[in-house]
């Protein structure tokens, strides 16, 4: 299973970015998609989930409100939608998958398939 995660970049705060994950060698459909992020010097952390079908959604309290996350199930994708972005988003973003139903959604040794991280910096 691949996960090609794209989008990152240099905005200003306030700012907004939308990242993307292409998904290859398992059936999109059967993947929980996730993210999660990790700043220099700090743990990896969860950031957002999107169920199977797309109908469920949970995000970290530090974004509620201004990330949102989404899936294309024909195009093998999952966005996270970045806006009104503050420095301390500032991290490298990965995405993430697993079969795994609707459960441990926030714990990252629970997502078999990782991405490679894709760097966003928030400038003040």
């Known amino acids: 299973v691949q996960l090609q995660a794209s989008g990152g970049g240099l905005v200003q705060a306030g700012g907004s970015l939308r990242l993307s994950c292409a998904v290859s060698?398992?059936?999109?459909?059967?993947?929980?998609m996730g993210w999660f992020r990790q700043a220099p010097g700090k743990e990896r952390e969860f950031v957002a989930v999107?169920?199977?079908?797309?109908?469920?959604?949970d995000y970290a309290d530090s974004v509620k409100g201004r990330f949102i996350t989404s899936r294309d199930n024909a195009k093998n994708t999952v966005f996270l939608q970045m806006n009104s972005l503050k420095p301390e988003d500032t991290a490298v973003y990965y995405c993430?998958?697993?079969?795994?139903?609707?459960?441990?959604?926030?714990?990252?040794?629970?997502?078999?398939?990782w991405g490679q991280g894709t760097q966003v910096t928030v400038s003040s």
């Open positions: 993430a998958a697993t079969p795994k139903g609707w459960r441990l959604l926030r714990i990252n040794r629970e997502y078999e398939y």
């Open positions: 060698g398992h059936t999109f459909t059967a993947l929980r």
């Open positions: 999107i169920s199977q079908s797309g109908g469920w959604t």
